[in-house]
T-cell receptor
């Protein structure tokens, strides 16, 4: 079974600074998808960024980028120019492709609480 | 932008009562999910639904739980006889057909069992 580990339970950063959130995962699959979701105090789960394992290029989405190291099974999220609105829980998630008898579902890490201070 | 909508946003129920949580997935999506998040814990998969049947369910999804897509738009989660430990945020989610497509979540229904 796949597992996702977020070893840092909490981090804080000053506004406008850069912060990196770490995530590692364990799988025997070669093809899969990785995601970062953000959960602000409203508790909605919002997609931040996704990465396909077959792509070597790291995904970027405006101020958000990832460092995907497939051999190391590492998938960190970098937030540049942090803003107060980035304060939230951040969840790393793994999805394996559809297999017979199963379904594509997300396996989440425990999450990390990020606080951006003014 | 299309979104997954859930009702109610918050429900308080007596232990042993039946609860139905409702969801309207994004209209062109074909895969539907329920996830649960107990306060302070990680988000857990409950069930996935495709082509009018359950495609996968977790150990949490026991006989007390059921899902239904009664018409072309709604997707419901029913808990037959609620327990205190069912108190959690329940997220509905959906995605398009095709490998690896992003799963989009609703805003959640917060269930409190007293």
């Amino acid at each position: 079974a796949q597992t996702v580990t977020q070893s840092q339970p909490e981090m804080s950063v000053q506004e406008a600074e850069t912060v990196t959130l770490s995530c590692t995962y364990d799988t025997s699959e070669n093809n899969y998808y990785l995601f970062w979701y953000k959960q602000p105090p409203s508790r909605q789960m919002i997609l931040v960024i996704r990465q396909e394992a077959y792509k070597q290029q790291n995904a970027t989405e405006n101020r958000f980028s990832v460092n995907f190291q497939k051999a190391a099974k590492s998938f960190s999220l970098k937030i540049s120019d942090s803003q107060l609105g980035d304060t939230a829980m951040y969840f790393c998630a793994f999805m394996k492709p559809l297999t017979q008898g199963g379904s594509e579902k997300l396996v989440f890490g425990k999450g990390m609480k990020l606080t951006v201070n003014p | 932008e299309p979104e997954v909508t859930q009702t109610p946003s918050h429900q308080v129920t007596q232990m042993g009562q039946e609860v139905i949580l409702r969801c309207v997935p994004i209209s062109n999506h074909l895969y539907f999910y329920w996830y649960r998040q107990i306060l302070g814990q990680k988000v857990e998969f409950l069930v996935s639904f495709y082509n009018n049947e359950i495609s996968e369910k977790s150990e949490i999804f026991d006989d007390q739980f059921s899902v239904e897509r009664p018409d072309g738009s709604n997707f419901t989660l029913k808990i037959r006889s609620t327990k205190l430990e069912d108190s959690a945020m329940y997220f509905c989610a959906s995605r398009m057909a095709g490998a690896g497509n992003t799963i989009y979540f609703g805003e959640g229904s917060w269930l409190t069992v007293v």
